[in-house]
């Protein structure tokens, strides 16, 4: 590929004026993770706005990234007291990550045994693929690839094994050939402690 021909990034100059500097300095931690800055350049762009670290840690927690966000922040120069609070939000999500990679190792296995095959995908399993690290991307469920035919199979398992399903008791009065072409998968929750959030996909998006 002709390097010219490469689309150049958009000035970060321009981030902040559409989108404010708080972004501005997300998008420049991203960069430098990805090594497209540098962590000299977030610390001007620190410089010019020390208000902004509650701003930008609330936008890395809603957009769910705030490992790769807070890891470059702790390079900066941004005060003590703030890295703190920042150390502490990263090892609250290392906890939470390796208990969600400890249940759907553990869900996994136990399909297994009944001759069930899933596959985990998104979250921690892409973390753990595309970081090489479990605690970069923030997760909140188990997401698993399942063959459609084996969904009555992994009713009884689950429920068994402490979980609910909300729609449970009507999928016997459901056509399973109609739920198959108007849903993309089937969820459940553990209510007790520690909660866990599994959905069973046999497609990756809903059809409407």
Not at 33 to 46: E, K, P, R
Not at 135 to 146: A, F, H, K, Q, V
Request: charged share 25%.
């Amino acid at each position: 590929m002709n390097p010219e021909s490469k689309r150049s990034a958009i000035p970060i100059s321009a981030v902040a004026d559409q989108y404010g500097i708080d972004m501005a300095i997300v998008i420049k931690a991203c960069r430098v993770h990805f090594g497209t800055a540098s962590i000299h350049d977030l610390n001007q762009l620190l410089n010019t706005a020390p208000e902004a670290h509650s701003r930008v840690a609330l936008l890395s927690r809603l957009h769910r990234i705030r490992p790769v966000v807070y890891r470059v922040l702790l390079e900066t120069t941004i005060p003590t007291q703030i890295k703190e609070q920042l150390k502490n939000e990263l090892h609250a999500i290392t906890l939470h990550n390796f208990a969600i990679a400890q249940e759907t190792q553990r869900i996994v296995n136990q399909l297994q045994a009944h001759d069930i095959v899933v596959i985990p995908y998104k979250g921690v399993a892409f973390s753990s693929e595309f970081y090489g690290d479990i605690s970069m991307r923030e997760s909140s469920d188990i997401d698993l690839i399942i063959n459609p035919n084996d969904i009555d199979k992994v009713l009884p398992i689950l429920i068994e094994d402490g979980y609910e399903c909300h729609y449970a008791k009507s999928l016997a009065r459901i056509d399973r050939n109609k739920l198959l072409e108007q849903q993309k998968d089937i969820c459940f929750d553990k209510k007790s402690e520690p909660r866990f959030h599994v959905e069973f996909h046999w497609r990756i998006t809903h059809p409407n």
